[in-house]
């Protein structure tokens, strides 16, 4: 086996690769597109071949396999993934802690509600919000909408400051 490429670089390949199949997308030429759409149709069926031989082998190796963001990655463009929507962005979600306490409050209809308690720990509510979408953007590309909701948790007041003697 080979070196691996890093987390930063795997995002960075899926980046370019997103920005030049959106550049694609507006050519008048079709034919490009087409090319890339029956490769990526063969890819995955080989993909799925994979994944049931490997799930015959050993069942534990598709979750492994998910777990691993470029193969993933690949799993979702193939809507091959074990995991359901909800339990990839509860996931990810799990993954902002301890800068950020998020948690998913609600999915229907592609719409995702997630709430944020307390304050956010050295990020603006903006950026905690943008952080948020952006993690369950790219754990469930699905989702049509997010909507992040700033939770504050009650104020704790001890009895002995509101006692009078």
Same mark, same amino acid.
């Given at each position: 086996?080979?070196?691996?490429?890093?987390?930063?670089?795997?995002?960075?390949? &899926?980046?370019?690769?997103?920005?030049? =199949?959106?550049?694609?997308?507006?050519?008048?030429?079709?034919?490009?597109?087409?090319?890339?759409?029956?490769?990526?149709?063969?890819?995955?069926?080989?993909?799925?071949? *994979? =994944?049931?031989?490997?799930?015959? %082998?050993?069942? #534990?190796?598709?979750? %492994? =396999?998910?777990?691993? @963001?470029?193969? !993933?990655?690949? =799993?979702? *463009?193939?809507?091959?993934?074990?995991?359901?929507?909800?339990?990839?962005?509860?996931?990810? &979600?799990? @993954? &902002?802690?301890?800068?950020?306490?998020?948690?998913?409050?609600?999915?229907?209809? !592609?719409?995702?509600? $997630?709430?944020?308690?307390?304050?956010?720990?050295?990020?603006?509510? !903006?950026?905690?919000?943008?952080?948020? +979408?952006?993690?369950?953007?790219?754990? #469930?590309?699905? $989702?049509?909408? *997010?909507?992040?909701? +700033?939770?504050?948790?009650?104020?704790? *007041?001890?009895?002995?400051? $509101?006692?009078?003697?």
């Amino acid at each position: 086996m080979t070196a691996t490429w890093d987390v930063e670089r795997v995002r960075h390949a &899926l980046t370019e690769l997103d920005a030049g =199949l959106a550049e694609l997308e507006t050519r008048e030429d079709t034919g490009a597109l087409h090319v890339v759409r029956a490769l990526v149709e063969v890819y995955g069926e080989a993909l799925n071949r *994979v =994944l049931a031989l490997a799930a015959e %082998a050993a069942p #534990a190796l598709p979750d %492994a =396999l998910a777990e691993d @963001e470029l193969v !993933g990655h690949l =799993l979702l *463009v193939h809507d091959l993934h074990p995991h359901d929507p909800e339990t990839r962005i509860r996931r990810a &979600l799990a @993954e &902002l802690a301890p800068h950020l306490s998020a948690e998913l409050t609600d999915y229907a209809d !592609g719409t995702v509600t $997630v709430s944020i308690t307390g304050p956010p720990r050295g990020l603006s509510a !903006g950026e905690s919000v943008e952080i948020v +979408q952006g993690t369950v953007y790219a754990a #469930a590309p699905e $989702v049509a909408d *997010v909507v992040v909701r +700033q939770r504050s948790e009650p104020a704790f *007041v001890p009895l002995t400051s $509101v006692r009078t003697r």
